[in-house]
């Protein structure tokens, strides 16, 4: 079964959370299923957006889908 | 006259006992409110004196006393390997963090999660069960006219009296809730079929949350009796669905997997086996059935776990973290290849032959496409990493300021290690297991010979070798 891959970037390091569960860190390549998912940064939530929704395929551990979506709020970091 | 009448009396009011549902199967409790926090989960069992490094899967096949006594061996060469991981001594049976079973495979799994290493002591379980003619005693039960009774009720079943002796005589009437209590690993899992839709049935806190059911107050023998609840032999087990009366609300991933229909069917289809048990209007009740019938080899929800992160316990997430650096997925499979007449005579088989082929013979088919999917996986981990360091060698030599641009995914060693009797070189001892019956009462000699192979077949898996070396 093929995985697939995604970078979550952001200015920090923070967890991400994957469909509300932890799954790792922002700016690892982290591997997760393929399909719709929901990622967000989970608490403190001094970021923008508060989740992001991906349709995840057709990725590769060398070319990771990259999210970029999210940013600190006025006053974060 | 007078004791004609006496006598019909008491039989009408037997019956109307049995009609009106005095004599009943053990009913799963209801859950009075949804907590994800409580119950038999993965997250909930602790354990302390290992971390996720060296992370073990074992999967129980079904076959009766066969599997049983297969998968004991198992659990005896665990026992008796040491390892060394994280600068101590350890047995690799300590390391184990899950175990998947089905039908006879579960009597060993269930026993040795509750009990332990009692397990192995001669007293115990190889006299409650692996050297006993538990068939013989079940049919007894049934010769018995105080069963009789209640085996009229609708509502009773053979399977229930099957339970009630596992009860009895093996589990000592443990309940879940003892499992969740004791926390401590390795996490059963108890595999049933659910007969409507043909689906893996496991009997977690995640499933019960489904129905809202604590699975606490269920009897581990109802579970073990579900999971080798052989079609025709017993009646189907019956589950009360309390759905929709405890608040249980849908875990993110659910309502993600929803839309996966084109882009990842089979994870679309876990999501609508999921919310069938949602509606308890048009599912009060679930019946079960063999887990052999859905995956005769336990392997499936393991599988799940393996390459999606939707299952709390899911292994993607915890490799992402670097919790895992060894994945081992040990397979117990007790299939045969009996020798069978059915193709010798014009004849159409019997009703038993059909029921027995149809139950078992496809799904045994299906089990090694289940072992491959494990192989490929772990196949595919392995291509993953090489690719990323291939390309960066690549990347070094053409330009050796450059960096790739994104991090390499955290790694993890695999081992797929199978167990089965496809796996004897010698033939005429091939033959000797490939022909043993499937059933509650085997000779001992054939239990000891059970015993024996599963750790030989060990011994010569390059797999397990070299997972060995790597410790």
């Known amino acids: 079964m093929p995985m697939e891959f995604v970078v979550v970037n952001y200015p920090e390091v923070r967890d991400v959370s994957i469909d509300g569960e932890v799954a790792g860190k922002t700016n690892d390549t982290l591997m997760l299923e393929r399909g719709h998912h929901t990622f967000d940064l ?4 001094d970021y923008e957006p ?5 349709n995840v395929q057709d990725t590769t551990e060398i070319i990771p889908l990259i999210i970029d979506d999210f940013h600190p709020k006025e006053g974060g970091i | 006259m007078k004791n004609r009448f006496q006598t019909t009396a008491v039989l009408f009011f037997i019956l109307a006992l049995a009609g009106c549902s005095y004599f009943t199967y053990q009913v799963n409790p209801q859950l009075k409110q949804y907590d994800p ?5 993965f997250e909930n069992l602790k354990a302390p004196e290992k971390t996720d490094g060296l992370f073990v899967i074992l999967t129980f096949s079904g076959g009766g006393t066969r599997a049983a006594a297969l998968s004991y061996g198992v659990l005896e060469k665990l026992r008796d390997t040491k390892i060394h991981w994280e600068g101590q001594e350890r047995r690799l049976l300590d390391e184990v963090d899950v175990i998947s079973s089905v039908s006879g495979g579960s009597f060993t799994a269930a026993y040795y999660g509750l009990f332990g290493d009692e397990l192995f002591d001669p007293e115990k379980f190889r006299k409650v069960f692996l050297y006993r003619n538990m068939e013989s005693e079940l049919f007894l039960s049934m010769l018995n006219p105080v069963n009789w009774v209640r085996l009229a009720s609708p509502y009773f079943g053979r399977i229930d009296l099957a339970v009630e002796i596992y009860d009895r005589e093996i589990f000592r009437e443990k309940t879940f809730g003892d499992l969740t209590t004791q926390g401590k690993r390795p996490f059963i899992m108890i595999n049933a079929t659910d007969m409507t839709i043909g689906s893996q049935f ?7 949350d489904l129905m809202c059911s604590d699975l606490n107050g ?4 109802r579970a073990v009796a579900a999971s080798s609840n052989f079609p025709i032999a017993f009646t189907p087990m019956t589950m009360n669905n309390y759905a929709g009366t405890c608040g249980y609300q849908e875990r993110t991933w659910m309502a993600e997997a929803s839309k996966d229909l084109i882009d990842n069917p089979p994870r679309f289809n876990r999501v609508r086996i999921a919310r069938t048990y949602k509606n308890s ?3 009060p009740y679930i019946h079960l059935l063999d887990g052999g019938v859905a995956d005769n080899i336990g392997l499936r929800a393991p599988l799940v776990a393996v390459t999606s992160n939707d299952l709390p316990w899911n292994l993607p997430n915890k ?9 081992v997925v040990i397979v117990v499979d007790a299939r045969t290849d009996p020798e069978t007449r059915t193709d010798k005579s014009a004849c159409s088989p019997w009703l038993p032959t059909i029921v027995d082929d ?30 990323y360091d291939d390309c960066e060698n690549i990347l070094k030599k053409e330009s050796p300021s450059a960096n790739m641009p994104y991090k390499r995914p955290l790694h993890v060693d695999t081992y797929g290690i199978y167990v089965g009797f496809d796996q004897i070189k010698d033939q005429d001892k091939k033959n000797h297991f490939m022909n043993m019956k499937t059933s509650f009462c085997l000779k001992p000699e054939e239990v000891d010979d059970l015993r024996k192979i599963g750790p030989e077949i060990l011994d010569n898996s390059e797999e397990f070798q070299s997972l060995l070396k790597d410790l």
């Open chain 1, 42 to 45: 989970g608490i403190p939530k």
């Open chain 1, 50 to 54: 508060e989740s992001v929704e991906k």
């Open chain 2, 37 to 41: 926090q409580v119950g038999y989960r």
């Open chain 2, 202 to 208: 496991t009997f977690i806190q995640e499933q019960f």
């Open chain 2, 218 to 221: 269920v009897h581990v023998a």
């Open chain 2, 281 to 283: 209007s048009e599912r």
């Open chain 2, 319 to 327: 490799i992402n973290q670097g919790k895992i650096k060894k994945l």
């Open chain 2, 358 to 387: 149809i139950a078992t013979v496809p799904m045994s088919n299906y089990s090694f496409e289940t072992v491959q999917a494990l192989h490929d996986t772990f196949e595919y981990l392995r291509s993953a990493a090489r690719n």
